[in-house]
């Protein structure tokens, strides 16, 4: 149980273009899932919070119009990332709390993004 | 301000050894936490997690022990294996901060032949 999907696994895109990234709760509701970013060898960094029908919640320093969260259903949250740059280049991982424990997070594999 | 670290960066072990990762955390209101298990290219996965209300916590092969009193998590593993070595994170959840988890910096296992 607690399985999350991300797709796509990696992704390179050109510079200024848009990329969206699907994170799925495969056999479990979440009502909230959460968005990180992680460089190489650093720990993650939470990004926003996401909860289902409701805008996402930032956290400090993250662009809201440029790292766009929607949470339409209760097992589907996405990160698009608009008019991506090299520095946007990074490991985008979700996670999600079950039902069952709304303190643990089970994660996504994780999407590599590469900007050129 | 507030932070959840660990003193290794980098751990090396002989497998069948036990080894154990340390983290310190400052918030004495963290009333949570978890093990993580990162391997290469892939997502964090769930290890062990332990209340406050708690020291000590137990499961297949793995430990966590809280020491509230100077704020320290420990994650210990027994009979360490080749498929142990990844980088483990402790992660904390604030009372009252939502079900927001902060990562410590993470130490990298590595299990020698």
């Known amino acids: 149980g607690a399985v999350v999907s991300q797709h796509p696994s990696w992704v390179i895109c050109k510079s200024g273009t848009s990329v969206k990234i699907e994170c799925r709760s495969l056999?479990?509701?979440?009502?909230?899932m959460f968005w990180y970013r992680q460089f190489p060898k650093q720990s993650l960094m939470l990004m926003a919070t996401s909860n289902e029908g409701s805008k996402a919640t930032y956290e400090q320093g993250v662009e809201k119009d440029k790292f766009l969260i929607n949470h339409a259903s209760l097992t589907l949250s996405t990160l698009t990332v608009t008019s991506a740059h090299p520095e946007d280049s990074s490991f985008y991982i979700c996670?999600?709390?079950?039902?069952?424990?709304?303190?643990?997070?089970?994660f996504g594999p994780g999407t590599r993004l590469l900007v050129l | 301000g507030e932070s959840v670290g660990l003193h290794l960066p980098t751990l090396s072990v002989q497998e069948g050894d036990n080894s154990i990762i340390n983290c310190a955390y400052s918030n004495s209101a963290s009333d949570y936490f978890i093990w993580y298990k990162q391997e290469s290219g892939k997502g964090p996965q769930f290890i062990i997690d332990?209340?406050?209300?708690?020291d000590k916590r137990q499961g297949q092969r793995v430990t966590v022990l809280l020491n509230k009193t100077v704020k320290h998590l420990s994650l210990q593993i027994a009979a360490t294996q080749p498929g142990d070595s990844a980088v483990y994170f402790c992660a904390e959840k604030l009372t009252g901060g939502g079900n927001k988890l902060t990562f410590g910096t993470g130490t990298q296992l590595k299990v020698e032949l």
């Open positions: 056999d479990f509701q979440a009502t909230t």
């Open positions: 332990i209340r406050s209300n708690m």
């Open positions: 996670s999600a709390n079950t039902p069952r424990s709304q303190e643990t997070q089970y």
